[in-house]
């Protein structure tokens, strides 16, 4: 991925620049927005990497959404994820969501900016280990472009 934190830029599977091509851990840059899905993960008790880029020489402002597991074939079923970001490996913040209990935040949307250059890194780790049921993350903003 290049550095300045865009995929795409010429010729999608139309023939558009910056097409949607799937998820992806990377940012993607359409003029001055950004972007990244990370599709469905399986809820596994272990750490799983949901989106990871560096910043280029731009800083970004924007939200990061993250959704509890659930089973899309059979809803009433959840389970418990803690999603954690990290800039340049130091931990910013732990989201605990539930999605076992009706009272309990199911998603969070949190506000961010990211610095220029800045490694960011998000990940999900959830109490059981069940693949059927899923989660996902988004992050959406801005970007402002800096002099180097």
Sequence with gaps: MALDGGGG???GPVGFANSFTGPAQG??????HAYAYSGNFGALDADQTLLQFQ?????????????????????GNGAISAFQLNLNDVLIWNIKI??????????AVVPVIIPPYTEVKLTVISILE??????SSNITGKIYRTRD
């Design 27 to 32: 940012l993607e840059i359409i003029g001055d």
């Design 130 to 135: 069940e693949a059927g049921r899923v989660t």
């Design 9 to 11: 830029g010429g010729g």
């Design 98 to 107: 539930d999605t076992t209990e009706e009272d309990s935040p199911s998603f």
């Design 55 to 75: 910043s280029g020489n731009f800083y970004f402002v924007g939200q990061i959404f993250v959704s509890g597991p659930c089973d899309p074939t059979g809803l």
